[in-house]
């Protein structure tokens, strides 16, 4: 237990009103997203500027209290569950968009302001803020910045991380760095800004971000493409990117995907195919309308039995309604979903997916899979029950082969929803012994006293293993 | 001095020929491209492979002895300089490409490969690498690397930094780890990538890596835009951002510039006019073909006094010439050069440019000033004599000024040059006493016994200050 004499210090910093420890507090900021990480925190602290945050930090500091900063708790790999107790950091009054500056296509943030808020307000003014993780109605962007943040237009317009110029951070020591500025070229010192990007609030507290803008896309157009066979799908794919076209959205299903949500949806989706594709280009119209056409005759070209290209709006959004309703369709079949991120080159799809059917089919679990088929992200999705525990053992088997083999085939254990809790017993086998050493010691350099979101990212000894 | 048994076990690791120590030997690596900063090194050393260069740093770190990797030396903030002595690493020996990967659009490649090699390599497949530093037809990938490059695409393309993917580096305890992979998305862990593009060789030394390809543009057209003022040029930039185009580039030259490039190369460039605006856009023919015509507008409407479009590659070429010229037509009118490229967010280049001139006469220094007006990156380029004691340091003091002031308009003391030993005393002013010591901690984290490029980026105790 946290002594009274520290509760006394951070109430004194933020006020009484902004520090909840009662019972139902500490019950509601015990988890995140994340199924079976569930733990209270101590105390529940909503700081008003950074000025605060930095005396609650050094506080901390002093008293070897966690701090696990959280913005809406979207989080799918227990990043921001208080699994060592302390301080949950919120950043609900820290809410405010600084500035738009239409010069130099930046917005200036605060840290709890929600990710849609800032594509809907820059796109009134013409502009485009790309990163669109699914969670983006709910997500803040500060969450969004500590777990670089992916989303469906990664593929051409890539991730948080390529469009966070500037930082402003309180370190573990509580002093407060600024970061970058408004620039596209700084080369001034290691990167701190892309370090703390993505870093899971492991090495510091991001207070204020800048963000890049880029116009916002003329013209969309949307295809919907329904195939037999998976390799079909696989090979419109590769065919898609050997024609020096890059879509703004490529997303996959697969089989056990478009019957759930054909079950969920009814869309008219055919539950024999193998594998939708749901492909939108933007840019200027005459280019959108250029690539949707050779895009719809590649489609056909390699197999597609079905190849429906909007017309109005309307009709792009039925198209998008499948994809789009993916997660719930699923999430609906059983008491638990648990929904990965295992991410392979863009070539490795096809032998992906057979192989994340075969781990299935070996541990008798039931998994679907979707997701961006463009940049090799997909989300295996598993329906299960935390509560039957001879199955969670299951899956948490097959979840191990699935990630051993997103690495054999040149990838990844996590594409954009980070390591936390869950996926630190499998970080080494992606970044290797000596990678992992190097992690360890930044985070000992920023944060000698391992106060901040502690046991995040690097796994205790008792790590799993599986041997292939 | 180092002892003959250091040499010795270098000589056993990459067999004699591949070992120098004679006096040209040390004197031809005892510079790179920056004035001033000439120190002889003990030893050249061209390793084959990764195990020769772990062997290597082994070797080093047991007898304490410094390492500077270098590729062809272009830098030009004394980063490749071996003011400590030790070893200077070549990569003359690493110089394949090892894959081109049409299906995930990569290239991979060892350090020594020259950048514009490819370049070519991949246009040739209809790819495009777009980091174009003007070093690049002698530049190697590794160097460009180090220094997180830039180049003339930066504000539509992005740098350096933005196309790698992947790394295979050895540490500074001669352990070897790969990073990254052929993926857009992967958030396992630290983004050791990132940090250790730029890092000027202080963190380890990148024995290959794997840089990300995009389609290759279809089209291309070149502008060229005369302004009596330099308001005008700057107020035509602004306006090309607001009416929401992205040209690929974007350059400026001021009126010393013009002056200097019309005696060199008679085009015919008014002498009086106090800017030049260089600018083209590439992608889909009717694309490009409009944004030249909408870009041609604005820069007649903001007061241009002459607005040529080139017809053909051929009179394209005529109008890149002058901008190609600017660096040697300066160079040539002095003993010595000192190119800097301090940068501001892109609404402060008028300020700025004007700012620089009244340092240069304030201080009594010729400086004409070019650069990339797309993204902020200005080169205030200094004619000046190394022999002349006094001038020099007249010199130093206006870039001190010229760097103070690049951080009062928001911007940094480098854009992609990188802060090498030459800007070392500079650095606190753009990150921060605490972002110092972070980036200090960092170092200690990756080379505790301090043998990576030592004495670069981070500056001895005696600084230089000014008070403005």
């Known amino acids: 237990m946290i002594p009274n004499s520290f509760i006394q210090k951070i109430t004194d910093i933020v006020g009484e009103s902004h520090v909840e420890h009662s019972e139902s507090a500490r019950m509601a900021y015990s988890y995140d997203a994340t199924p079976n990480f569930q733990s209270k925190p101590d105390l529940v602290v909503s700081p008003k500027n950074t000025e605060e945050i930095s005396q609650i930090v050094k506080a901390c500091g002093e008293h070897q209290v966690p701090i696990v900063p959280r913005g809406s708790g979207t989080n799918l790999a227990a990043g921001t569950t208080p699994t060592q107790g302390g301080v949950v950091l919120l950043f609900n009054r820290l809410d405010e968009i600084l500035e738009i500056d239409e010069e130099n296509l930046t917005i200036t943030v605060q840290p709890g302001v929600i990710t849609k808020t800032i594509c809907d307000t820059v796109e009134e003014k013409g502009l485009f803020y790309p990163p669109d993780p699914s969670s983006m109605k709910i997500s803040t962007i500060g969450g969004n910045i500590n777990e670089n943040s992916g989303g469906l237009r990664g593929l051409k317009y890539g991730v948080t991380k390529d469009y966070i110029l500037a930082l402003e951070v309180v370190l573990p020591n509580g002093e407060i760095i600024r970061t970058g500025g408004k620039l596209a070229k700084d080369v001034a010192g290691y990167d701190l800004t892309k370090l703390l990007v993505g870093s899971e609030g492991t090495l510091g507290i991001i207070t204020e971000a800048t963000l890049k803008l880029i116009p916002k896309p003329e013209a969309k157009q949307t295809l919907l493409a329904i ?24 997303e996959f299903m697969d089989q056990k995907t478009i019957k759930a949500v054909e079950e969920f949806s009814h869309l008219g989706l055919p539950t ?11 840019g200027p119209p005459l280019v959108v309308e250029r690539d949707i056409e050779r895009i719809a005759a590649l489609c056909k070209q390699e197999g597609a039995i079905d190849v429906q290209t909007a017309q109005s709006e309307t009709e792009a959004d039925r198209l998008r309604e499948g994809r789009r309703a993916a997660l719930s369709a699923i999430a609906r079949l059983s008491p638990t979903t648990i929904l990965e991120d295992a991410t392979v080159p863009r070539s490795e799809i096809a032998p992906m997916v057979q192989e994340i059917n075969r781990i299935a089919e070996k541990h008798n679990v039931n998994i679907a899979t979707f997701g961006h088929a463009g940049d090799g992200n997909l989300h295996p999705t598993c329906m299960t029950d935390a509560r039957n525990q001879d199955e969670m053992e299951r ?9 051993a083999y997103a690495i054999h085939f040149g990838g990844t254990i996590t594409g954009e929803h980070g390591v936390g809790e869950m996926k630190s017993p499998y970080l080494a086998w992606k970044v290797g012994n000596a990678g992992l050493d190097v992690m360890k010691n930044i985070k000992a350099a920023f944060d000698p006293l391992n106060i901040m979101n502690p046991g995040k990212m690097f796994a205790k000894e008792t790590r799993k293993r599986i041997i292939l």
């Open 227 to 250: 195939y037999k066979s998976i390799d079909q799908a696989s090979q419109t794919v590769s065919r898609i990117i050997a024609n020096k076209m890059t879509p703004a959205t490529l």
């Open 272 to 282: 024999d195919a193998e594998a939708v594709l749901l492909i939108e280009q933007d």
């Open 395 to 403: 899956v948490e088997k097959a979840f191990e082969e699935i990630f």
